[in-house]
């Protein structure tokens, strides 16, 4: 993992709110840090940690293996989609989930449109992980770590877009590039 720069946790809030207000452009981005957070904890506390504004935050570059090693989303959409399967130690690392991704078709259901979307976008060259399509990541839960111990981050923000470009790397459809994220140490 390389290390690019420092950031804060009201950097991570303001790009946050700033990816949705993207995806609905009515919305508006409250102009202090105090006033972001009220609304990252009202209408997005899915997105925080407790110990979010405490953490240690900075911008960094990962590699293939750490991409793959991230732990992933366990919902009980991710288990009816049979992405997420608890089947050994392990079971929710990126990697091995977009294995199951591709050993499913995963991309050709119409649950997972959004995803073929961003597969399709990264596929031809127009979008990278990075900037503000940067992905999230965090210190992985004891409880994430005791059933996945080789995953120390966990894909915090960023599941869809991450797991798309996984399913085309491991299909050899892409070179690889390296993926800047937010990293929030707990």
């Known amino acids: 993992m390389r290390h690019l720069r420092g950031s804060t946790f009201d950097e991570y809030v ?7 207000k993207r995806k ?7 102009g202090t840090a105090p006033a972001r957070f009220d609304v990252m904890r009202s209408d997005h ?9 405490k953490a240690r935050w900075c911008v960094v570059l990962l590699d293939l293996q750490e991409l793959e090693s991230l732990v992933f989303l366990e919902s009980d959409w991710t288990k ?3 992405l997420v399967v608890k089947d ?3 079971y929710r690392l990126l990697g091995k989930v977009a294995e199951r991704a591709i050993g499913s078709n995963y991309l050709s259901r119409t649950s997972a449109q959004r995803h073929l979307d961003y597969y399709r976008t990264f596929k031809s060259c127009q979008f990278r992980l ?5 992905l999230v990541i965090c210190s992985s ?12 981050y966990y894909l915090h923000d960023g599941t869809g877009r991450a797991l798309s ?10 070179m690889f590039d390296p993926v800047e994220a937010f990293l929030a140490q707990e």
């Open 45 to 53: 506390s899915g997105k925080l940690r407790r110990w979010f504004e």
């Open 165 to 174: 470009y996984m399913i085309l790397v491991k299909e050899d459809a892409a």
């Open 80 to 82: 009816a989609e049979g």
């Open 130 to 134: 990075e900037g503000s399509s940067r």
């Open 141 to 152: 839960s004891a409880d994430e770590r005791r059933d996945n111990p080789a995953g120390q």
């Open 88 to 90: 050994g130690v392990n």
């Open 24 to 30: 609905n452009p009515t919305q508006v981005l409250p």
């Open 14 to 20: 303001e790009y946050y709110l700033l990816r949705e």
